[in-house]
């Protein structure tokens, strides 16, 4: 079956520390994307790419950096420039357009600072 | 600008029907979604809207009117499992952050 792989579920990290939060698509889809959701916030956009090598700053990009060097794979680097990275993370794929169906989400990752 | 307004929460009655409105003003229009997700889970598909007009599926039902911005979700015979989070969420293709722009959300809980 198709879908979206996020891993892992759960995640803790040291203050200081980087840490990739990993993202994996079989749907064959073009677009991917990642979300931070903090309580009461919604969906904040951190990048998106809409093809293979290339990717664009959403909203909350300061902290964290991605690449796309497949079109199945997008991770996300949580760096120690990131001041509050204690959200839950989610990745999306879309076809080009998102029309009819919107974006396909993974489960996602809690990351906690400890 | 881009905006997107849901109300933060609701709360009704097992059997029940609620209705969750959505207002929207964005920079282009090429579609709205609703979106379900209950806490610590991915959001899944419910419904797409490109014309005005009242969409059904099920329980689920979605109206938009794009000249005043507006759609609403509609659930009926209200169960408790349908106690999520519904997120609003407009497709743009001229938007410069990525292509749907999602509302904060509307926190529901059905109470028996």
């Known amino acids: 079956d198709g879908g979206i792989t996020q891993s892992p579920k759960y995640l803790f990290r040291k203050e200081g520390q980087n840490v990739t939060l990993s993202c994996e698509q079989n749907l064959n889809h073009d677009a991917m994307y990642w979300y931070r959701q903090d309580p009461g916030q919604g969906l904040r956009l951190i990048y998106y790419s809409q093809i293979v090598n290339d990717f664009q700053k959403g909203d909350i990009a300061e902290g964290y950096s991605v690449s796309r060097e497949k079109k199945e794979s997008f991770p996300l680097t949580v760096t120690s420039a990131q001041k509050n990275p204690t959200a839950f993370y989610l990745c999306?794929?879309?076809?080009?357009?998102?029309?009819?169906?919107?974006?396909?989400f993974g489960s996602g990752t809690r990351l906690t600072v400890v | 600008g881009q905006n997107i307004d849901q109300p933060t929460e609701m709360t009704a009655t097992e059997g029940a029907i609620v209705q969750i409105n959505c207002t929207y003003q964005t920079s282009g229009f090429n579609g709205l979604f609703w979106y379900q997700q209950h806490a610590g889970e991915a959001p899944t598909f419910l419904s797409y809207n490109v014309l005005d007009g009242l969409e059904e599926k099920g329980r689920f039902s979605s109206f938009l009117s794009r000249s005043k911005g507006y759609s609403y979700l509609l659930l009926k015979e209200l169960q408790m499992k349908d106690s999520a989070s519904y997120l609003c969420a407009v497709l743009n293709y001229g938007g410069s952050q990525g292509n749907l722009i999602f509302g904060k959300g509307t926190k529901l809980s059905v109470k028996p």
């Open positions: 999306a794929s879309s076809t080009g357009g998102a029309e009819y169906h919107g974006y396909t």
